[in-house]
């Protein structure tokens, strides 16, 4: 199976800073990378899907970069909606496989 | 407007089964992947299943053999059959719309939830 790390597990920022998110997998995954956010009590969201496509509905301050083994998600300014946990998911192969998450809370 | 409602979970025993139901609306079944995802109380996101148009299908080795997903394009609804139940197993579990680009599958479309706890 392929092993999404996230990195950090959480962290702590207040509203209008920028804030980046690691994901890496265990081997090559190409753009086969998405990511999600899940408000507390909440469904997840799609935000980003193959790396660098925003979602229809997503906010535009989201952006993901990376190939081959190590992805990012930026966020540009901080909004109070966004203290969340974030999710990688890769589709490379079967079975598909999530990272650990990474939750942002508030300094 | 896509929606998905999921019905079908409680409390059951170990070894015990259930039934979850996944109700689609603002778009057809038949015409996409559907896939059954879930999460443990305070723990992170876990695959667990995905039907694909022709209705091949694709299982988490943790749930191989006890767990069959299906779908009833008639009535627009996507199941997941749950047998031998563990403990292991007491998580929410979220019904997904999966998109695709070349090949890439993502959840684009999440149900609320339905919680399964598995106790004695």
């Known amino acids: 199976d392929i092993q999404m790390t996230q990195s950090p597990s959480s962290l702590s920022a207040s509203v209008g800073d920028r804030v980046t998110i690691t994901c890496r997998a265990s081997?090559?995954?190409?753009?086969?990378l998405n990511w999600y956010r899940q408000k507390q009590g909440r469904a997840p969201q799609l935000l980003i899907y193959?790396?660098?496509s925003l979602q229809s509905g997503a906010p535009s301050r989201f952006t993901g970069r990376g190939s081959g083994t190590e992805f990012t998600l930026t966020i540009s300014s901080l909004q109070p909606e966004d203290f969340a946990t974030y999710f990688c998911q890769q589709s490379y192969m079967m079975p598909l496989t999530f990272g650990g998450g990474t939750t942002v809370e508030m300094k | 407007e896509v929606q998905l409602v999921e019905s079908g979970g409680g409390l059951v025993r170990p070894g015990g089964s259930l039934r979850l139901s996944c109700a689609a609306s603002?778009?057809?079944?038949?015409?996409?992947?559907m896939s059954w995802v879930r999460q443990a109380p305070g723990k992170g996101l876990d695959w667990v299943s995905i039907?694909?148009?022709?209705?091949?299908?694709n299982y988490a080795d943790s749930v191989k053999g006890r767990f069959t997903i299906s779908r009833d394009s008639s009535k627009n609804m996507v199941y997941l059959q749950m047998n031998s139940l563990r403990d292991d197993d007491t998580a929410i579990y979220y019904c997904a719309r999966v998109g695709s680009r070349r090949g890439n599958l993502y959840f684009a479309y999440w149900g609320q939830g339905s919680r399964v706890t598995v106790s004695s």
């Open positions: 081997q090559n995954i190409d753009i086969f």
């Open positions: 193959s790396v660098s």
């Open positions: 039907i694909r148009n022709g209705d091949s299908t």
């Open positions: 603002g778009f057809t079944v038949n015409g996409n992947y």
